[in-house]
DNA sequence: CTCGATATTTCATGTTGTCAAGCAACCGGG
DNA sequence: CCCGGTTGCTTGACAACATGAAATATCGAG
């Protein structure tokens, strides 16, 4: 039988519980007031930085390709995304955000105010010591 | 120049970012497991609890009304959940967990391993100073 | 009793997600 | 070269989730 958890061991996943529901609250607001879904504005934002193929869409958004299909034709049709022949494989398509895509991007970014706001009430020490305590709980992985 | 945000808050935003990924995806494995989707498995983790009105459902969900009308049919055709009149005002159903979703529900929590894996590299004490940042991150978001 | 508000459902619609099937293009061994 | 297998993407059918508007039933105040 597996030991049970402790009391503070419980506390902490609820507190991780509410911030994973503050963060997606807020992501889909932010993505709302640009018009956009949620896998929409993921999507954006990666196409942001650079153009990716579908499938390494599909895998970072850890979903089936044909679904990304839909989500980039949506984006498309709005005029923020296009999509590119790969040079070098013709089976290939590029996703990339076009000007108006990228302009987007960064005005969804600047309005993720998720960074700001819930860290503020800590000092820069406390931040430091947050960052260590978050990667050593993603570190070990599964 | 003065960054908007500063490196290490930045660091702090994705390490969040990575935490609701992951808890995201746990909690879809954990729920399909159960033959679950990740909104059944919320609510039906919120009528294990006790039994609620629809309306106060869609009010934890953050969601509409009818929305829930739904996902409560589909969990009660399976027969985890029933709807019940709520004797003070007809208006009211009652969505109550039945003995078959108590069980399921009880077995979901146990498979939500999120809690022991990614927690289980800090010492009590490091889960001490995490609790005490998460609660003040989550504070009053002053 | 009547009127407005509340609780739920139904319907239409759109987005996200899966899976299976299909097509085009790549790549290896003959 | 060509052939067969693999890879990348799209299409189609379908289910779940989500919203909004309209319908129904009930409550509560005047």
Redesign the pocket.
């Known amino acids: 039988m597996v030991p049970r958890i402790d009391a503070l061991t419980r506390e902490v996943v609820d507190l991780i519980a509410a911030v994973v529901a503050r963060y997606h609250e807020e992501y889909e607001e932010a993505a709302a007031k640009h018009a956009?879904?949620?896998?929409?504005a993921k999507v954006l934002a990666l196409l942001a930085r650079e153009p990716l193929?579908?499938?390494?869409?599909?895998q970072l958004?850890?979903?089936?390709?044909?679904?990304?299909?839909?989500?980039?034709?949506?984006l498309e049709a709005r005029g923020l995304v296009e999509?590119r022949p790969?040079p070098?494989?013709?089976?290939?398509?590029?996703?990339a955000a076009t000007a108006a895509g990228l302009d987007t991007a960064g005005r969804l970014s600047e309005s993720l105010d998720f960074a700001r706001e819930p860290l503020a009430g800590l000092s820069a020490e406390e931040r430091g010591v947050l960052r260590d305590l978050l990667r050593r709980m993603l570190g070990t992985g599964a």
Chains 1, 2 share one sequence.
Request: hydrophobic content about 35%; glycine content about 6%; aromatic content about 0%.
């Open positions: 956009l879904t949620g896998a929409q193929p579908m499938r390494r869409i599909a958004l850890k979903c089936e390709p044909s679904n990304v299909t839909g989500i980039v034709d949506r999509r790969d070098d494989d013709r089976r290939i398509k590029l996703a």
